[in-house]
């Protein structure tokens, strides 16, 4: 059973820095993909950041490109993303989510952690 746990999520004026972290366990991640994807409030869901465990491709999505940089460390098995340069617009609820490399569909996903940035 894949477990992902989110946190690192708070409260920071515009501008600030947070890290987000996802402590992965369950299985062996080589074959996966794992990405972090947020929900505004009243909003729908959206994909924030990905990265392939093995070999470390990362992908990010346009409103977070130069800000937001997503990273694994397989020994601690979690992917982090951190960000910087925080605008309201980044308040959100943060999931962390994972599946296999061959699947399109995100299979498994984290509680979530909120991230509530101030103007």
């Known amino acids: 059973q894949v477990h992902l746990v989110e946190s690192g999520g708070g409260l920071v004026q515009a501008g600030g820095s947070l890290r987000l972290s996802c402590a992965a366990s369950g299985r062996t991640f080589s074959s996966y993909v794992m990405g972090w994807f947020r929900r505004p409030p009243g909003k729908e869901r959206e994909f924030v950041a990905s990265i392939i465990w093995s070999g470390g491709i990362a992908y990010c999505a346009d409103s977070v490109k130069g800000r937001f940089t997503i990273s694994r460390d397989n020994a601690k098995n979690t992917v982090y993303l951190q960000m910087n340069s925080l605008k309201p617009e980044d308040s959100a609820h943060y999931y962390c989510?994972?599946?296999?490399?061959?699947?399109?569909?995100?299979?498994?996903w984290g509680q979530g952690t909120q991230v509530t940035v101030s103007s």
């Open positions: 989510a994972a599946r296999l490399i061959t699947v399109a569909n995100w299979e498994y």
